[in-house]
């Protein structure tokens, strides 16, 4: 078997008297859509923060392709190989769309015009076509989405780091993203994907884990893991467990 | 070192800082309820410092009588200066158009048009109150106490307890203490918050009024000794925490008390250097709380 | 902003320094040059600041201590070692760029309000240590008195002319330089990442920029021309002084110009020079002594409209105006 795209090794992260997370550990493995989940305050943002390097974990190891990141500055992860993308997306203003994709392009080449070449296809990817030559502050915010989804694209990744994606979009938009991330993982990209809609989780993942209180509290195929009690207990509280399994 | 020398370095120090700490309130108390850094704050002191010389030079009032005039003059300046000039960057932002920098340099703006129209009717010449209690002293042991920088220094104190006990304790206090910590949600609760700003802006520059008029008995003025009293109530204002008041009055005697030992060292003018050198130390050591993130 | 330029503009711009080349043919007064010199030395000053700060989004209020620095390395190693001025402006020049990499290290941790404080607090310990500082080892600074160019007379050399002109086309020749490089700072690399930064520094981080490393790449490029413009400025007047250098009245004036005429732009800067110099040369020559600060109190006044009416600078509403009479052209 080979060793997984990455791999988290016991990170945790504390601030003040509160454990965001706690001694974690899980992988993602290549060409895998792992969904992250847990109840609000969970740790799954900080956990976020830990990998793409805006946070340093106190313990533990980071792996990507075998090789440490643990410590490395945001930029340094993503020349390594890892987008991101943020709860708030904040499109970079006085750039077109095309501009926006191309500023992500720069990471991997410095010819403008190849980077113009492969933004392009990025919009055609995006189904951005229309809106291109757009001032970014005027999209909506769906589209603010998908532009930021662009601009991580645009740096050549082989990991993913989704931050609640359709949080905000309508049904239809909500499947418009299901899709998108679908065909992403397709071009070759491994995600990792944190969500709040369950139904999107559970159509998109391959693989969920759970974090609740800073601890992992399970690991497995989607429907198993939305059947653990653990789960449950994390999310409906210890009374609801209760009376479903009597 | 000479303890009588070490004594009045601390007396000086101490004197000089608490003004420092009375000058810098106002804009301690517009930046933390308003955001704003008021870069026309030195400017205002300047504007009551002549009008108090002003108030003396034609009417021959003594400036701790002018006081009853530049207090209300300057709160009615800065009142004007909030509802009809910076009141306008408020609206743009509730249409999300946010740009930090905005009320730095529209503030800016009015500092420019400050200095330079005091510059124009009075023209570049070093004017000066001159009173007999300018040089007035009391003696602490074998320490002299020159009068009217004591009371300036007395005045801080008193301001800032008033201040800190009416933000407290009034309606209109309380009403500040809200909007400072929430804008909307003040605006929910029915204060009108426009109203507020106004005030606070209105409140924050009437301590310069006082001020203006408490200095100039021992304080020569000029047209551009804005900018410097500015500049030395943003280092007060960093160095005592932003939009606490009595940090501001801290803040100010430290910076007093460093300039004082600085300056037996190297000349007055070269010792704001290392006023500068504290400011910028501060504001890199501790800058969490500071700045925060945008 | 050349690449997004309608025909017009272009044609505008071309023709806007067309008459900028010929204009010593056509006017021959000597203080009219020198007013006109002195313009296009603000324009070039504006576009060096707005180099860093309007395309990063960040209000420097220090750029003086480029151009003062500068401009003593230039006269100094003239004076003192008989080098020519035009090395001495690029060595001059080299020097600001290391010493901004040193201040912008520092100054570019913090954001906003406070990076535009310190920068202050930076460029007056420089002015205030210079004006304190008569002799540093066995250099001869004299303080706030400052330094006079020795005259030698017309000498391309020496960097000295009898005539007006030839400085008007070397201030000339500077603000194309800076133009060119502005134009290819927006389709650079550099270009795309200060927007970036400027937009969302988080989200900047995320696609691999490190917002220190550009901005100080950026900082010490327009450190470096600034301080080609203040090694101009004390061999235009055959004096420097720590006081009109290096303090803070010439960052303010860079700055207003700038944001007036639009920062992060191409031409705001230029647009915001030629606006505003010429009223300070107006004001001063028509109504004189008695009006000293006029023209200051007229540039805060339209400071503070520019940030309330047009918060990108006149360069906006006026490219709309443009384009509305282009677009009619058209029909």
Known sequence: MSAPLLKIDGISKRFGGNQAVKETSFHVDSGEILGLIGPNGAGKTTAFNMIAGYLESDTGDIQLNEKSIKGKKPWDICKAGIARTFQLSKPFGDLSVLENIMVGGFVRSADRRIIETKAREVVVFLGMEAIIDQDALNLTAFDRRKLELGRALATEPKLLLMDEVVAGATPNEASEMVELVKNIRDRGVSILIVEHVMHVIMNLSDRVIVLDSGNLIADGNPEEVVNDPEVMKAYFGEKYVQQQST | ?294 | MFGTATPLERGLIIIGFLCLLVLPFVITNPYHIHTATMIVYFAFMAASWNFVCGYLGQLSLGHSVFSGVAGYVTVLMFTQLGISPWIGMLFGGLLAAVLSVAIGSLTFRLKGPYFTLTTIAFAEIMRIWFENTDNFIGIPLKGSEGLVVPLVGDSWWAFQFNDKTPYYYIALGLLLMIVLATIMLEKSKLGYYLKAIRGDQDGAEALGINPTKYSLIALSISAFFTGIGGAFFAQFFRYINPERNMGIDMSIDMAIMAIIGGQGTVLGPILGAFILHPIAEITRTTLGGSFLGLHLVIYGTVLALTVLYFPQGIIVPLRRILARISGRAKK
Not at chain 2, 64 to 88: C, D, E, K, N, R
Not at chain 2, 94 to 111: N, Q
Not at chain 2, 192 to 203: Q, R, S
């Open chain 2, 1 to 294: 070192m000479d303890l009588l020398l070490a004594a009045h370095i601390v007396k000086n120090g101490l004197l000089i800082g608490g003004i420092y700490g009375g000058v810098a309130l106002g804009l301690s108390l517009i930046f933390g309820v308003m955001r704003i850094i008021n870069f026309a704050h030195g400017s205002l002191l300047m504007v009551a410092m002549y009008l108090a010389w002003f108030l003396w030079k034609t009417l021959g009032l003594h400036p701790y009588v002018a006081a009853f005039i530049t207090v209300p003059a300057l709160f009615g300046l800065g009142y004007l200066i909030q509802s009809q000039i910076i009141s306008h960057l408020f609206t743009r932002e509730k249409a999300l158009v946010v740009e930090p920098l905005s009320a730095l340099l529209l503030t800016a703006g009015i500092f420019l048009v400050l200095d330079n129209l005091v510059l124009m009717i009075f023209g570049p010449d070093v004017r000066a109150v001159s009173v007999d209690i300018a040089y007035a002293n009391f003696f602490i042991g074998e320490i002299p106490v020159n009068i009217p920088r004591f009371i300036a220094f007395v005045a801080s104190i008193v301001v800032a307890s008033g201040l800190s006990y009416w933000l407290k304790h009034s309606n209109m206090g309380r009403a500040i203490r809200a909007t400072a910590q929430n804008r909307d949600a003040a605006t929910m609760s029915g204060i009108n918050v426009p109203f507020i700003y106004n005030v606070t802006f209105g409140l924050g520059v009437a301590i310069l009024g006082l001020f203006g008029a408490l200095l100039v008995p021992f304080f020569s003025i000029t047209p551009t000794l804005g900018l410097s009293f500015g500049i030395k109530s943003f280092i007060v204002v960093v160095l005592g925490g932003i939009g606490s008041i009595w940090g501001c009055v801290v803040g100010g005697i430290v910076l007093g008390l460093f300039e004082a030992v600085a300056s037996q060292f190297v000349t007055a003018t070269s010792a704001a250097i290392f006023s500068f050198g504290l400011f910028i130390v501060i504001l890199l050591v501790r800058p969490k709380g500071l700045m925060g993130k945008a």
